[in-house]
């Protein structure tokens, strides 16, 4: 059963660069699509963008200016960079398995992550 | 971009039945999938394409899609379906295509 685990700090300065792992386990993360996602205190879920395992990307127009996302096959990782981050960017953020089947949508998730941005 | 539109809050008494909408603009174009999230936990997948349930999620969870609203209904309501209920869907119709969540209903079993 393929399970997912976020990982990094918990705490950023503001206009720094939040880093984030998330590291897939009992399952290759080849032929899926790799999404981060997000929840502020309180507030609804917000996706963030995916990289196929190939390499390819999709961000959220919103953010696509401040953030990378990256995978690693031979680590069965793949990677967040959001850049600039403001207290805005204080939230939950979860990486979670997607598919096109047929329209994209995500059926594993992981347990999720803390950030905030704060001096 | 593409807007969808869930009411904040529904309330059911135990062992009734729960219909938590999702409105869109011709959102019975698009599949739609629905996601529970219990406090302090991960979102879980409860229906995906529609009406289609993962396996492991008891058939109480179904779900329609017509017209500009599509509908996850819970049968025989019990106190642990209470959660945060988030529908989804993929927008291909603008120039960028992304993820859109609804914001989100909170099921309260009385």
């Known amino acids: 059963q393929v399970q997912l685990q976020e990982s990094g700090p918990g705490l950023v300065k503001p206009s720094e660069t939040l880093s984030l792992t998330c590291t897939v386990s009992g399952g290759s993360i080849s032929s899926y699509y790799w999404s981060w996602i997000r929840q502020p205190p309180g507030k609804g879920l917000e996706w963030i963008g995916y990289?196929?395992?190939?390499?390819?990307?999709n961000y959220n127009p919103s953010l696509k200016s401040r953030v990378t996302i990256s995978v690693d096959t031979s680590k069965n990782q793949f990677s967040l960079k959001l850049s600039s981050v403001t207290a805005a960017d204080t939230a939950v953020y979860y990486c979670a398995r997607g598919l096109f089947f047929p329209a994209y949508y995500m059926d594993v998730w992981g347990k999720g992550t803390t950030v905030t941005v704060s001096s | 971009s593409y807007v969808l539109t869930q009411p904040p809050s529904v309330s059911v008494a135990p062992g009734q039945t729960a219909r938590i909408t999702c409105g869109g603009n011709n959102i019975g174009s698009k599949s739609v999938h629905w996601y529970q999230q219990k406090p302090g936990q991960a979102p879980v997948l409860v229906v995906y394409d529609d009406s289609d349930r993962p396996s492991g999620i008891p058939e109480r969870f179904s779900g329609s899609n017509s017209g500009n609203t599509a509908t996850l209904t819970i049968s025989r309501v019990e106190a642990g379906d209470e959660a945060d209920y988030y529908c989804q869907v993929w927008d291909s119709s603008s120039d960028h295509q992304k993820v859109v969540f609804g914001g989100g209903t909170k099921l309260t079993v009385l």
């Open positions: 990289i196929y395992y190939s390499g390819s990307t």
